[in-house]
């Protein structure tokens, strides 16, 4: 009984992770089909947002901390599900270990959380760089 309560609590974690991550992985998608393959209609709606000053302002302000925060949060909820860290002393040496757990939908929700984190905050350093 408790390993199936153990595998529905990794289940919803997945879930929400997936939830979490979701706003960022569609504005990440929308850009690399518009820019980068000349597809830009899943990127429409932001383009609509543009358009009004006040709805884009807030776009600006929000869409930071939904997109990061969201995908942090699931990178942590689901790289928690999957990733154990042991320290350990041993004569004159610490040891330590990492573990990381065959649970594929945390891994998948852990993996797509961090490469979203990693192209926003690279898309943002290279936007802002003035050479």
Same mark, same amino acid.
Do not use: Q
């Given at each position: 009984?408790?390993h199936t309560?153990?595998?529905?609590?990794?289940r919803?974690?997945?879930?929400?992770?997936?939830?979490l991550?979701?706003?960022?992985?569609?504005f990440?998608a929308a850009?690399?089909?518009?820019?980068?393959l000349?597809?830009p209609?899943?990127?429409?709606p932001?383009?609509?947002?543009?358009?009004?000053p006040?709805?884009w302002r807030?776009?600006n302000w929000?869409?930071?901390?939904?997109?990061l925060?969201?995908g942090?949060?699931?990178?942590?909820?689901?790289?928690?599900?999957?990733?154990?860290?042991e320290?350990?002393r041993?004569?004159?040496?610490l040891a330590?270990t990492?573990?990381v757990?065959?649970?594929?939908?945390?891994l998948?929700v852990?993996?797509l959380?961090?490469a $979203?984190?990693?192209?926003?905050?690279?898309y943002g350093?290279?936007?802002?760089?003035? $050479?």
């Amino acid at each position: 009984m408790t390993h199936t309560m153990e595998g529905s609590t990794y289940r919803r974690r997945a879930v929400l992770g997936g939830i979490l991550v979701a706003p960022a992985a569609y504005f990440v998608a929308a850009a690399v089909l518009k820019y980068g393959l000349g597809f830009p209609y899943a990127f429409e709606p932001v383009e609509r947002l543009s358009r009004d000053p006040a709805a884009w302002r807030l776009f600006n302000w929000i869409s930071p901390v939904v997109f990061l925060g969201g995908g942090l949060a699931a990178l942590l909820l689901n790289g928690l599900a999957v990733a154990a860290f042991e320290l350990r002393r041993e004569p004159e040496t610490l040891a330590a270990t990492i573990l990381v757990r065959k649970r594929v939908a945390n891994l998948w929700v852990a993996a797509l959380s961090l490469a $979203c984190i990693a192209l926003l905050l690279g898309y943002g350093v290279v936007e802002n760089l003035r $050479c």
